[in-house]
């Protein structure tokens, strides 16, 4: 009550500053008049009695200001002052304040933009009902795949036989075209199990959600449709629900909206590298059948409350090695993992967003060294104002608070602006971000966000100006105010300060640039990386036809052959060829066990296993994947099935050491019926997978053998291939107007895709240790300029007596270069320390690579050398005779 | 030092004021003419201690102002003890009280 009161009276003296004052003089007139009426009663004349009366007041102006103060005119009046003092102070030091405010503008801008990607991707809460409990369950195969999908037979072993888990369901991706109404196109569509959205703890918003019937084996095809595919597709047509949707043929009915900006994509082993616009029901078959035992399943399951992934990988190993037992060949050697939803969505980012976050936060203490540095400065020159002010009763925590004031203001005008930068930064990031980083687009300037930066910009405030408040206030008061020039009053111990700002400012900048260093080499080390093909000029693309439509293999097969002549004749075409799965497409390919005739079966869990890819003849040629031995598919070998297989390099060496693999039959278990095929040709290794992992053995079928209802073209082209795509378009709708094309991009594009982010994390972090060079730069040559203006009498005595310029050159270089080397070495030790974090995020370089440390080292002398220089040169044009008459 | 002495004063003072307004609402003057009376005329508060000590008591919410027409006929500021104010009294008067008794035991234990 009384609190609020008092905050009250002030806000409202604050407020009503002249209302406060005119109350109080109206009361004081009353009470003179009425102290005046009295003494008249008493026999005074009226002069006598008004004087008497005023008299009795005292000071009237001093009480007044007393009763002002008392009424809440203290505190604010006093703040206010300050800040209009400091703002007075800002204005009339134009330059300072302009570096000083863009240099922190720069640092706290920085920090939102990178702080508001870490809240986003690491803090906030996955949107899903209680979220931290949701998990993802996986395989680790023998070989030592990690996150490898399950087989439905495993995922209804895990349902029916583990108790820790609440709910569990699986789910697959699939592209399949849609037709009818509108455009053809092909849709990302996810199959789960019925109990996927409970699960997750999300409802549609229209409709219902899928029920157990739904997945019974021969149910209706079902569709639960994304918001935003039902925006875009049907307008938002709210009577979208019962109606059926035509997708590779097969009518599905719609049951389902899911409401706006819900999102289940699981980047790891989707089979469409891409979030799904459809949901269907996956069945899962109570008995062993066909296909039961094919690992393509991912799986999500919520903890019961209160257990740890500890305690549910345990009950996870036990049913799985139960498994094992129950059908050991193909369970044999699997093992199970359980990751963290966080985890699966972040994974290696996690790292790299804290290091950059790092990164931006020493960039933002440079800032704030500097600023510290320019504080000093303005507190040098401003010794002798503070000097008299003192002297004339002003209190040390008076001036400290005055000077505070200052750093807080022009934090919050550095903070306000660095909003603004961080507000289009942020864009900025999600523009160059990597596709497939989780949800950036919901990255912005929230609360928290901005609480952070309202946090940061105080903090700073206080690191860059309590330390110059308390070095100014600490002065020799006779000694300033004697002596002439006040700046050579300075105390040593200033001058210690502002060097040691500088050397951590060093220290800081060198180990920024060594780990962008680091992460520039490695990223050049994987743009070296021999991927086993030449992506430049070519144009790729998926083509998937409708079961539906062509109900036998041979149908499809012949339409992609078709297709591909009338590509072929294009000009600019030199080459078409295609393959089912590409190279580094940031999807799952397909891999499986096979036996080579002759050899004796071998035991369970040892059976050797090999990536499969079916391509036609034209792919090696177009992709310029050399042929090592033995001969390319024939055309015939392309027209009809004649049992023949082209092996890779990594398969010839493993699997046939010391023997010719060409003409020898192997049987690749990819059908129902596999049939044993003969080795015609060895082509060179290509990395599927990821450009740093080694490349796996692969065999590649002919397009008869192994028939998909899907293929991707790559096209090489004698220019830009993205030239050329509506003449391909044309082409293929000559053939089939209905037929759509999906993920048309440059063999190029997709290569870049891959580094995207080792891309992203390099181009911040080299932008912020550029930044922070700058700003050390910048300090440096602060530090050095002022103390030339300090030390302009001496150097012109010295060259009085008969310095030479060179001498004054070298003193000057050797003042700045002794800071640097001193930061230098504290900031290799720095380095060496921090940069192992960065090691996991390294490719062929350690993270104490020495050539690039000699690099930086050098880089951060040269321009250390330049900021001294400037000043250095100026000392050496000082007119002795001007410098020594100066004082 | 000079600091000390008022902040003495001040404590007195605050319940000089309260112990004046116990009796009916007043404006300044009349608080000081009150307290002569009560007095005995034996304490004066000059008004340059009074009106920073009123309206600092006035913000802790022991008294209540308002301008209104006084007796004769002129507008003055009046101020009143409010229940806060009341229960402030009687736990200085108390406080006061113990320090007499206090102080006087000390005088006799000579």
Not at chain 1, 344 to 353: D, E, H, I, M, S
Not at chain 1, 593 to 622: K, L, M
Request: hydrophobic content about 45%; charged content about 20%.
């Amino acid at each position: 009550m009384s609190r609020f009161n008092i905050l009250f009276a002030r806000l409202n003296a604050l407020v009503g500053r002249e209302s406060v004052i005119h109350d109080i003089d109206e009361e004081f007139r009353v009470h003179v008049e009425m102290e005046t009426a009295a003494n008249l009663e008493r026999g005074m004349s009226p002069t006598e009695a008004r004087q008497t009366a005023l008299r009795s007041f005292g000071n009237l102006g001093s009480v007044r200001d007393a009763a002002y103060e008392v009424r809440g005119g203290g505190m604010m009046e006093t703040f206010l002052q300050d800040v209009r003092y400091a703002a007075r102070g800002l204005v009339k030091q134009k330059t300072f304040t302009i570096v000083a405010v863009i240099t922190l503008a720069l640092g706290i801008g920085a920090n939102t933009a990178i702080f508001s990607v870490v809240n986003e991707l690491l803090l906030r809460p996955l949107p899903y009902l209680d979220a931290q409990r949701l998990v993802m369950l996986w395989e680790v195969t023998p070989e030592g795949r990690h996150q490898n999908t399950t087989s439905r037979a495993n995922f209804r072993g895990w349902r029916e036989q583990t108790t820790s888990f609440e709910s569990m369901a699986a789910f697959t991706d699939q592209r399949l075209n849609l037709t009818g109404a509108g455009e053809a196109e092909e849709i990302s569509v996810q199959f789960g199990t019925p109990s996927l959205f409970h699960v997750l703890g999300v409802q549609p918003i229209l409709g219902r959600d899928m029920r157990e019937v739904d997945g019974a084996k021969d149910a209706p095809p079902i569709a639960i449709l994304s918001n935003s595919f039902w925006q875009r597709r049907f307008g938002g047509d709210p009577q979208i629900v019962g109606k059926p949707i035509l997708l590779n043929g097969v009518p599905f009915t719609v049951v389902g909206v899911m409401p706006a900006g819900f999102q289940w994509h699981i980047k790891q082993r989707s089979g469409t590298g891409r979030p799904a616009e459809i949901w269907s029901a996956l069945d899962i078959p109570t008995e062993e059948g066909p296909g039961s035992r094919g690992r393509f399943l991912s799986v999500v399951a919520r903890l019961k409350p209160g257990l740890s992934v500890q305690q549910a990988q345990a009950d996870m190993n036990t049913t799985m090695a139960r498994l094992e037992q129950d059908a050991p060949r193909f369970n044999k050697g699997y093992v199970t993992e359980i990751i963290p939803l966080r985890d699966q969505f972040v994974g290696n980012v996690r790292l790299a967003l804290w290091i950059i976050l790092g990164a931006v936060g020493f960039v933002l203490l440079i800032a704030c060294a500097n600023v510290a540095n320019l504080m000093l400065s303005r507190a040098a020159a401003r010794e002798k104002e503070i000097a008299v002010r003192t002297a004339l009763g002003a209190g040390r925590l008076r001036i400290v608070r005055q000077l505070l004031t200052e750093s807080f203001l022009l934090a919050t005008i550095g903070g306000l602006l660095g909003l603004a930068i961080a507000a289009w930064g942020i864009q900025a990031l999600v523009a160059i971000s990597p596709r497939d980083l989780v949800n950036l687009q919901r990255v912005g300037l929230n609360l928290t966000v901005l609480g952070w930066t309202m946090g940061i910009s105080f903090i700073t405030a206080v690191i860059f100006g309590l330390a110059p408040a308390l070095e100014a206030t600490r002065l020799n008061l006779t000694g300033a105010l004697k002596e002439g020039k006040g700046a050579e009053g300075q105390s040593p111990r200033s001058g210690r300060l502002r060097s040691g700002l500088v050397i951590i400012e060093v220290a800081l900048a060198l180990v920024l640039l060594a780990s962008a260093g680091l992460l520039l080499k490695s990223f050049s080390q994987l743009q070296k990386i021999n991927s086993g093909f030449n992506p430049d000029n070519i144009l790729t693309m998926v083509v998937r036809v409708p079961d539906a439509k062509y109900k036998e293999d041979r149908q499809f097969v012949s339409f992609f052959r078709q297709a591909s002549e009338l590509i072929r004749t294009l000009p600019g075409v030199t080459s078409v060829g295609m393959i089912n799965y590409l190279p580094l497409y940031g999807g799952l390919g397909s891999g499986t066990g096979f036996t080579v005739e002759g050899r004796p079966e071998p035991a369970p869990g040892t059976e050797p296993s090999t990536n499969v890819r079916v391509s036609d003849a034209g792919y090696f040629t177009a992709m310029q994947i050399p042929l090592l031995r033995g001969r390319n598919f024939t055309d015939q070998e392309m027209n009809e099935v004649k049992s023949v297989i082209i092996i890779n390099d990594a398969m010839a060496r493993k699997h046939f050491a010391g023997e010719d693999p060409i003409g020898k039959r192997i049987t690749v278990e990819m059908s129902d019926k596999p049939v044993p095929t003969e080795i015609i040709g060895i082509v060179g290794d290509v990395r599927y997978d990821s450009l740093v992992d080694p490349p796996e053995p692969t065999v590649y079928f002919p397009q008869p053998d192994l028939t998909y209802a899907f293929m991707t073209f790559v096209i090489r082209t004698t220019g830009d291939p993205l030239e050329i795509v509506p003449a391909v378009r044309r082409e293929v709708r000559a053939l089939d107007p209905e037929q759509p094309l999906s993920d048309v991009r440059s063999m190029n594009e997709v290569m870049a895709d891959t580094v995207a982010r080792a891309r992203f994390n390099t181009l911040l972090l080299a932008l912020f240790a550029g930044l922070a060079t700058l700003l050390s730069a910048v300090g440096i040559f602060g530090v050095m300029n002022y103390s030339l203006a300090l030390r302009s009498r001496e150097i012109g005595l010295r060259m009085a007596l008969g310095a030479q310029n060179r001498q004054v050159m070298a003193m000057m270089l050797k003042q700045g270069l002794l800071l640097t080397v001193i930061g230098t070495a504290i900031g290799i030790a720095g380095a060496l320390a921090l940069t192992r974090l960065l090691s996991t995020l390294l490719f062929g370089v350690s993270a104490a690579d020495p050539t690039i440390f000699v690099g930086i080292v050098l880089l951060l002398m040269v321009v250390s050398l330049i900021a001294c220089y400037l000043p250095a040169r100026r000392a050496t044009r000082i007119d002795p005779m001007i410098a020594l008459r100066s004082e | 030092m000079a600091k000390n002495k008022a902040d003495l004063l001040q404590g007195t003072l605050d319940m000089l004021i309260l112990k004046a307004l116990s009796l009916g609402p007043l404006h300044g003057y009349g608080i000081i003419q009150r307290i002569g009376q009560m007095s005995g005329e034996m304490l004066t508060v000059e008004q340059g201690s009074l009106y920073p000590a009123l309206y600092r008591i006035e913000q802790k919410g022991w008294v209540s102002s308002k301008w209104d027409v006084h007796d004769t006929g002129r507008r003055a500021k009046f101020y009143a003890l409010t229940r806060i104010g009341r229960r402030q009294l009687e736990a200085e008067e108390a406080s006061w009280d113990r320090l007499v008794l206090a102080v006087t035991k000390m005088r006799q234990a000579t």
